[in-house]
């Protein structure tokens, strides 16, 4: 399949949300009657509409200032007519066919419902929404799909085997003018100029990919484009590079960049260090340390320093959190990664006595016990998601230098920060390094003693940094040190770095078993279960070698990148731009003992240009590269790398980075860059920064440092949305930039599930897989799915392993599979009965809550209750109450249940007086009684007494009064006054009460 990939990236120049908005999936919206008849489906974003019709996209643009202001003041001023300008513009596909099919796909679980006005013809319910829509062969044995990437609209053209590509022809109504300028399509509008932008086109067979030639041609209005003819009809498309995001720290003091990572939701991470006489770094409310504790300026760094980490959105518009951590002393970040908990694990060095430690790690004390003597020690670290709590921490070291690269090995500018941290699918963390130290801490150990000046180190913690699993010198007679680690398929551990040494002990089919001379690279492997060295291989040249990244395919091929100044002869068939050059990258078989395939490429003969900072291979065999030359200490330089046509940048000031992606087994350069700004050296100060698996790069940047502490420069490119798009600090900054590549048309399976949910969970799931095949969940629970986006019901609590299938049979791997774990809790059922009781305004609660941790309790008289059983509670006025019990209010699954009750208040509060009545005869007030609440009581007892007291009538009946005679039975009693006790209860022993008072007979002349 030829599959011709467009890149659409509108931008204004005043403004970069065009056809963009925040989330990160626009929605196609269907017609069911709401819109105009020849609408099939509408997008709506930040500031404009478009109309999806059978052979157009209409674009109704308008100017973003003036609907930011418009939208902004939800009540105007009679001055203000609210008038927001905007221009249309139409893309008609002339010649198209007819009755080409037009679909949506990946629908939403969300509806939409329209009442528009009276015409009940434009009303309409249970609308769909969509993520993608195809026009199924728009042109015979051409589709075109409309998507979003990042929050932008993108458009791609699907080119079928032997279709002819220029049947394909746009005409662009309604701009004021037109312009190619080189790959680029500009757009003239009133409002101002839009870009269809970085036409890119792609051939792909099962195994790699391979860049086209194509541009657009234009005619008066008409856009159609030109492919290169010399194309094998078996192959596909691939390369259409975006720049995500590329910011400055935000700092206003000095600060450096160290290391970078990622999560799976894109976000970035960049660490680095900062001294903050000049000014603090921006950290953020409820960040774990908001206060810089400052440093001893002690080498290699001789700046007064603490780590600082800021964690930005995917998008990078947004600094999530920022944080200072450290100690009196200096400290330094080498590597992170980000753990399954999507907790931030960082490893590296400090001086510092009282890094913060929180009480639980493997070892929370500094080696060093004496004030005279200074040394580092590995620090290993956990951040919550948040990045206000410190999760665990602890130290690890001996009496002489622990983390620091030994000054034998140092060959670039910040070489001594080298080393990795990973975790394996446990969530243990691995860390590489060096050591200076005989004394360190030791674990299952294959070599228990330092032999040369330094060894290198492997560590194992356990999650929690807890405890020690493992833990070895390795090295030999000379100095060592490793840089990197990867796990292989069977979770055995490879590590790679360089070696003085040459009595290190190969394996016996190792590709080199002796030292070559001056410093050897090396690749080694221990078994994951017993933490023996099965394997170990020299690799280099009698001249200085080194690498420093490896990573291993899903064959276990095992592949290095790294620097030599001697002559390494590239492999038959490989991508060399130039023989004897400085950077190699090799291929060698799972077992060390054969190179595959091998390369350098560079511009000068034996000088490396580059120092190594971020390494990859994908799924597809794709092999990423991130570096920088700059000359710093060693004269470094990016000037005459080679570059692609396609370039984000591509000139250099010869003091840049320099970004590359080779083709599967070297074959090819499939993309290459300069990124930089054009004023100062850029650089990292140490440290692994990372690439994803889809190849986008996620880079920490000491940027802008002018050359002897002069004015604040703002060279480094960033980008218009950026948290910080411009440079505060005096001097330094450390910039932090995500690029996607977007190599290899491969498909991989990713989704975003919550992690945790009560059950019974209706769970969302949010399909981010790449690729344009079937999918197949398995949610763990004997059911499975092929809709896009599903919607999934868990009945009962447990731990479910969700599983997602890709498949995709146009793309090199065919399948990719993820899998995440969903909790779902049993959910708090919160239930509660009321009793109530006569003659009072008392009422008992009975708590039949389940499931529970906590009741909280809301009597609706702004009284309250924390507790299980607040048993009884007393109004003090009659009315009509609302009682909320909320069970584990502060859990993940809370509860709650709200019930009415009428309180009609004590007996006192309804109780009519009597204190007059007339036994006459007449029907009207012939009996003494008392009228209202206590027929609520269970007993009464009326007695009344003449003045002499004599007692004239006893009752204990409700309805019974007193008729003026003695007992109701005798003579009449004379006028006069009498006095009367009324005693009532309840059931409960407090409810009994009682009342006097008098009352006067009153006879009308009988």
Avoid at 60 to 68: A, P
Avoid at 454 to 463: L, T
Avoid at 886 to 893: A, G, H, Q, S, V
Wanted: contains cysteine; aromatic residues 12%; hydrophobic residues 30%.
């Amino acid at each position: 399949m030829h599959r011709l990939s467009l890149k659409i990236l509108f931008l204004f120049f005043i403004t970069a949300k065009v056809f963009s908005q925040d989330d990160d999936l626009l929605r196609f919206i269907e017609n069911k009657g709401q819109f105009e008849n020849n609408v099939l489906f509408k997008v709506q974003t930040n500031n404009s509409y478009i109309f999806f019709e059978r052979n157009a996209v209409t674009f109704k643009i308008f100017n973003e200032e003036q609907y930011r202001k418009n939208h902004s003041h939800p009540h105007k001023t009679s001055d203000e007519n609210g008038t927001i300008s905007g221009h249309t513009i139409r893309y008609k596909f002339n010649n198209s066919g007819k009755n080409s099919l037009i679909i949506g796909e990946g629908k939403f679980i969300e509806k939409y419902n329209y009442f528009l006005g009276n015409d009940k013809r434009k009303w309409a319910t249970d609308v769909n929404v969509f993520s993608q829509i195809i026009y199924k062969n728009i042109y015979d044995g051409i589709d075109l799909k409309f998507f979003s990437k990042h929050g932008k609209l993108k458009y791609e053209w699907i080119v079928n085997p032997k279709t002819d590509a220029s049947k394909i022809e746009m005409e662009i109504e309604g701009c004021d003018s037109l312009k190619i300028i080189e790959k680029s399509l500009v757009i003239h509008t009133s409002i101002g100029n839009i870009y269809d932008k970085n036409l890119e086109c792609w051939c792909t067979d099962f195994d790699a990919k391979n860049s086209l030639k194509c541009s657009y041609k234009l005619n008066n209005n008409i856009l159609t484009y030109t492919i290169d003819k010399n194309v094998d009809d078996a192959h596909t498309l691939v390369i259409d590079p975006i720049l995500i995001f590329s910011t400055y720290s935000g700092s206003k003091g000095d600060n450096f960049g160290f290391t970078a990572t990622y999560d799976e939701k894109g976000n970035l991470y960049a660490g680095g260090i900062t001294d903050n006489k000049h000014g603090e770094y921006p950290v953020s409310t409820g960040a774990f340390q908001t206060i810089c504790k400052g440093g001893k300026a002690r080498e290699p760094v001789n700046l007064s320093c603490d780590i600082t980490i800021s964690k930005y959105d995917s998008s990078g518009k947004n600094l999530l959190y920022a944080t200072y951590i450290g100690g009196k002393d200096d400290d330094y970040p080498h590597s992170m990664v980000v753990n399954s908990d999507t907790e931030l694990v960082v490893f590296g060095t400090t001086y510092s006595k009282d890094f913060p430690m929180n009480g639980n790690g493997f070892d929370t004390t500094h080696s060093n016990k004496n004030d005279t003597f200074f040394n580092t020690d590995i620090i290993v670290f956990k951040l919550s998601k948040n990045g206000n709590i410190l999760q665990s921490s602890t130290y690890f070291g001996g009496f002489n230098n622990d983390g620091l690269t030994d000054k034998a090995l140092k060959f670039n500018y910040a070489d001594d920060f080298r080393g990795e941290v990973l975790t394996d699918k446990s969530d243990n963390v691995f860390i590489v390094s060096s050591t200076n130290s005989n004394d360190i801490p030791l674990m299952n150990a294959q070599k228990t003693k330092l032999e040369g000046p330094a060894d290198g180190v492997c560590i194992k913690f356990s999650k929690d940094l807890k405890n020690l699993l493992w833990s070895t010198y390795f090295g030999g007679n000379g100095s060592d040190g490793i840089y990197s680690l990867e796990f292989d398929k069977n979770e055995n551990i490879y590590i790679a770095g360089g070696t003085f040494s040459t009595n290190l002990v190969a394996h016996q089919t190792a590709l080199d078993k002796t030292a070559n001379g001056d410093i050897d690279g090396f690749l080694a492997m221990y078994n994951k279960s017993t933490f023996s060295l099965d394997k170990l291989t020299y690799y280099g040249t009698y001249k200085y070698d080194q690498i420093y990244f490896l990573e291993i395919d899903k064959y276990g091929n095992v592949y290095a990148a790294g620097q030599t100044e001697g002559e390494i002869i590239p492999s038959k068939g490989v991508y060399c731009n130039k023989t004897k050059t400085g950077q190699f990258i090799l291929i060698a078989d799972e077992n060390l003992s054969l190179i595959k395939k091998q390369t350098v490429f560079g511009a000068r003969e034996f000088t490396p240009e580059i120092s190594p900072s971020a390494f990859l291979v994908d799924s597809c065999g794709s092999i990423y590269l991130s570096g920088w030359g700059s000359a710093i200490v060693r004269l470094g330089t990016t000037k005459g790398l080679p570059i692609t046509s396609n370039a984000l940048q591509t000139t250099t000031d010869n003091q840049d980075f320099y970004l590359a992606v080779f083709g599967k087994n070297l074959s090819s350069l499939l993309y290459a860059t300069y990124f930089g700004g054009n004023q100062s050296g850029d650089h990292v100060d140490g440290g692994t920064s990372r690439f994803d698996k889809r190849g986008v790069i996620y880079q920490s940047v000491c940027s802008s440092c002018p050359s002897q502490g002069g004015a604040t420069l703002n060279d480094f490119p960033t980008t218009p949305n950026a948290a910080f798009p411009k440079n505060i600090s005096w001097r330094c900054s450390n910039a932090a930039f995500k690029i996607d590549f977007q190599i290899n048309n491969l498909v991989k399976a990713e989704f975003l599930p919550d992690t945790i949910a009560c059950g019974p969970a209706e769970i969302q799931f949010v399909n981010r897989s790449t690729g344009n095949g079937r999918y197949i969940w398995d949610f763990g629970d004997s059911k499975i799915s092929s809709d896009i986006n599903p919607l999934h019901t868990f009945e009962k609590p447990g731990i479910y392993t969700i599983q997602l299938i890709a498949i995709d049979s146009n793309t090199c791997n065919n399948t990719d599979t993820a899998t995440k774990n969903l909790i779902v809790k049993k959910k708090s059922k919160a239930d509660f009965e009321i009793k109530t009781f006569e003659c009072t305004s008392k009422i008992e609660i009975i708590n039949k809550s389940n499931s529970h941790k906590t009741s909280d309790w809301d009597f609706g008289d702004g009284n309250d209750f924390a507790g299980e059983n607040p048993r009884f509670h007393e109004y003090k006025s009659p009315g009509t109450y609302k009682i909320q019990l909320i069970t584990d209010k502060l859990e993940l699954c809370p509860d709650s249940m709200l019930l009415n009750i009428e309180i009609n208040g004590t007996p006192e509060d309804k109780i009519k007086l009597v204190n007059v009545f007339t036994p006459d005869g007449d029907g009207k007030n012939d009996c003494f009684h008392f009228g209202g609440g206590l027929n609520e009581c269970s007993e009464i007892e009326l007695t009344i007494f003449d003045r002499w007291g004599l007692k004239v009538f006893e009752t204990k009946d409700f309805n019974e009064c007193w008729n003026g005679k003695i007992l109701n039975k005798g003579k009449q009693c004379p006028e006069g006054t009498y006095f009367y006790i009324l005693k009532y209860k309840g059931k409960l022993p407090q409810m009994n009460k009682y009342t006097e008072g008098t009352v006067t007979l009153i006879r009308n002349g009988n």
